[in-house]
């Protein structure tokens, strides 16, 4: 049975309110909190430990066999007001249902990666859109893995985790603290980490051969990859262009980068 | 000089918010209007014609350059207040500058089409920031130019515009009411029209050579292309994936249906 909360200010909802709103908080506490029922259900289907539920009645009647579900897994419920779920809500116009779940378990640890896989690195991107792109388009093209340096915006950010359709809960990923160690450790065990950058006068990488056991290293949106990281790659690539390079998106960039890797497994 | 609004009900504040609000709008009036000092910026560059000009004391202040440049090229400019800015704009926190602009010579007629040219051409695609990427994407890749069908989102719709990053501006484009009857037009020209679908039995995109004089079609985001457009063109294309084929995004498998057509040249 779920327990009834009509209060904004009850200490769930504002703990629900901040894991919402503030990475430092879903880092803390090591919970994120997903919001609508498609992407509850995802998590629920990914295997994502759900600490709690809420919703409120009209999204229990709209969408009771999922709701039901998630009632079933989840080790608390609450039955919310419409006033509670719009101050939790990220979006204009919320559905009502909620899910704050562990994060345990959903990064990988550097064992785990597959030296013979095929992964990208993304270095201090900021827009939680792209990030939630990329991994839906990652694992859309069928690609191992993601590395993301500690000062990319949190995935669990709720932009990125309805951008990413999921994929978030599926695509494994691995958050590193220092990307430069981090990638040479991986070519000592034989992988080959690739710079992408805007630079005409580096391998097309319409030449490149890809290999499985390949990172394909993205770097910022305004700033690209830093000098160090770029240095410990042992190549550069560029995505040749006949129009307005510059104005091609970080994640659709990401997604030509990704394509050509895989293209000719494909 | 400005001549100053300061009341909502104002017949010109009014007219403006509809034109951000109804596409119906600005195909009547053949009008469109520009938010954000960014985008009002790129329609003067690239030749719009500027009717309006609409901007706040607080924008005037912090975007003078810019905003002394719209003045000289509008042929009417308003002051208004940060409520009226509020009531016309799109975005949550606008900037307060906005042009309304004649929508005239945008469009391309058909005798322009290059036969030896590269073009997409989008059938009933509905979200507007899907239209917006994908110009963004087509004008950055080198692309000759887009056909959309009248079922399409209005490209002119505000976040569409946001999405193309100005390249709505740049890129010829050609809306076709009758998308079958222009593409058999084509094909009498020697122009190839390619359906892209999510089919693993037909050619997979990278065995295709791709040779100047192609069209790509690509469908609705959930219905994919109409019987009738796939039956029109000669061959079917598909994005091979090892990975989950299904939740690619609309823009994204553009993108790559668009590269795999550049990539040779590039």
Redesign the interface.
């Known amino acids: 049975m779920a327990t009834e909360i009509t209060s904004k200010d009850n200490a769930t909802v504002k703990a629900a309110a901040k894991l919402m709103n503030s990475a430092k908080e879903r880092r803390q506490q090591q919970r994120f909190i997903a919001e609508g029922v498609r992407l509850c259900m995802e998590a629920l289907e990914n295997g994502c430990e759900i600490c709690e539920l809420l919703y409120t009645e009209d999204a229990y009647l709209r969408y009771n066999e999922s709701i039901s579900k998630l009632e079933e897994a989840a080790k608390q419920c609450y039955l919310i007001t419409e006033e509670i779920a719009d101050k939790i809500a990220d979006t204009v116009t919320p559905q009502g249902v909620f899910v704050v779940c562990a994060m345990k378990h959903m990064s990988i640890s550097l064992e785990k990666i597959k030296t013979d896989g095929q992964y990208i690195l993304l270095e201090n991107l900021q827009d939680p859109s792209n990030i939630g ?1 990329i991994f ?8 191992d893995g993601a590395f993301l340096t500690t000062d990319c915006c949190d995935p669990f950010n709720p932009k990125a985790m309805r951008a990413s ?1 999921g ?1 978030l809960f599926r695509l494994p990923y691995l958050v590193v603290g220092d990307a430069v160690k981090t990638m040479g450790d991986l070519k000592a065990r034989n992988m080959r980490p690739i710079a992408s950058v805007p630079d005409d006068t580096v391998t ?1 990488i ?1 030449s490149v051969r890809f290999f499985r056991g390949a990172i394909m290293c993205i770097g910022n949106e305004g700033k690209g990859l830093t000098e160090k990281l770029k240095n410990v790659c042992g190549e550069r690539v560029t ?7 510059e ?3 970080a ?2 960039a990401a ?2 980068l990704m ?1 050509e890797m ?5």
């Open positions: 792109a839906r388009t990652a694992e859309a093209l069928g690609l359709m994929a097309k319409v995505i040749p262009m006949n129009g307005r390079a104005s091609l998106n994640a659709t997604a030509i394509w895989v293209r000719n497994y494909a």
